[in-house]
Nanobody, 124 residues
Framework: QVQLAESGGGLVQAGGSLRLSCAAS????????MGWFRQAPGKEREFVAA????????YYGDSVKGRFTISRDNTKNMVYLQMNSLKPEDTADYYC?????????????????WGQGTQVTVSS
C-alpha cells in the first residue's frame, strides 16, 4: 500500500511558477507509475502529467505541455510537478496518484492510490 501527501500549493500571479511535491510512503514506491491530476471547482478531475516507474517516460495533458514538468526521485520517494508560466485556468486542486498495474496513464480509474490534494490559485 502507498500513502501520498502533496505539498507546495498556494497563490501565485499569472506567469509565475510553483513546484508541487508528493511524498510517498512504502518500500515499493519504485514499482509505481505516478501521476498528477487536477480538479477545478465544478469540473471533472483531469489528467495533468505522469511518469513511469523508472522515469523512462513522461506524459502530459495538452493544456500543460511545454509549461509543466514532472519528475521523481525514487531514492527519496518523491514526485514533483514544476509548473511554469501559470495561467488563471490552472487554478485547481492538484492530486498526486500512484498506478501499479498496466493501463493508460491518462485515465484516473487506472490509479490505485490518491493523495488529499493541494490547492493552487493563479490570479490574473
Amino acid at each position: 500500500q502507498v500513502q501520498l501527501a502533496e505539498s507546495g500549493g498556494g497563490l501565485v500571479q499569472a506567469g509565475g511558477s510553483l513546484r508541487l511535491s508528493c511524498a510517498a510512503s512504502g518500500r515499493t514506491f519504485g514499482g509505481y507509475a505516478m501521476g498528477w491530476f487536477r480538479q477545478a471547482p465544478g469540473k471533472e478531475r483531469e489528467f495533468v502529467a505522469a511518469i513511469s516507474a523508472l522515469s523512462e517516460s513522461t506524459y502530459y495533458g495538452d493544456s500543460v505541455k511545454g509549461r509543466f514538468t514532472i519528475s521523481r526521485d525514487n531514492t527519496k520517494n518523491m514526485v514533483y510537478l514544476q509548473m511554469n508560466s501559470l495561467k488563471p485556468e490552472d487554478t485547481a486542486d492538484y492530486y498526486c496518484a500512484a498506478k501499479r498495474l498496466s493501463g493508460s496513464y491518462y485515465f484516473l480509474m487506472n490509479y490505485d492510490y490518491w493523495g488529499q490534494g493541494t490547492q493552487v490559485t493563479v490570479s490574473s
